[in-house]
């Protein structure tokens, strides 16, 4: 009787391990050709601030918020380091919002801008560059 229960509770195990499914979005359900990348660059140099923690958590989902049902997904990379591991990043972060529709997008900002800039303070001392890409292509490495 025992070994049925413990064979019955690891089929169960199993079941709902394979059922699972993580709450991140994977890229392939996100990012698609024709779709907008809007990038925001902040550059590193000398007496840069930058504090991640506040950027992650504070600035980046109140702007999400100001964007709405345009946007599709955002990403934050951390700047480690250059072309090699010895060379200085040449940012300290890049912030990307992932969004169908250019226009609604720069409506959504404009109608925010006291906001959003104002909020720089808050974490940095830089002037963010601005970059707005269309997607052209995703692609991903075959596996054999």
Known sequence: MKTKTTFFLLIVAVMGMASCKTSQPTQASTTEIGMYRVAILYP?????????DYY?????????????????SYEIDKGISGRTPND??????????????????SKAIAQNREAVVGDFKNYTNIQPVVQINEVKQVGYP???
């Open 56 to 72: 992650e958590k504070k600035h980046m989902p109140m702007v999400a918020g100001f964007i709405g049902k345009n946007l599709k």
């Open 88 to 105: 200085k990043a040449p940012f300290v972060a890049i912030g990307y919002f992932y969004v169908t529709d250019i226009a609604e997008y």
């Open 44 to 52: 590193n140099g000398e007496d840069k601030t930058f504090d991640m």
């Open 142 to 144: 075959t596996l054999k």
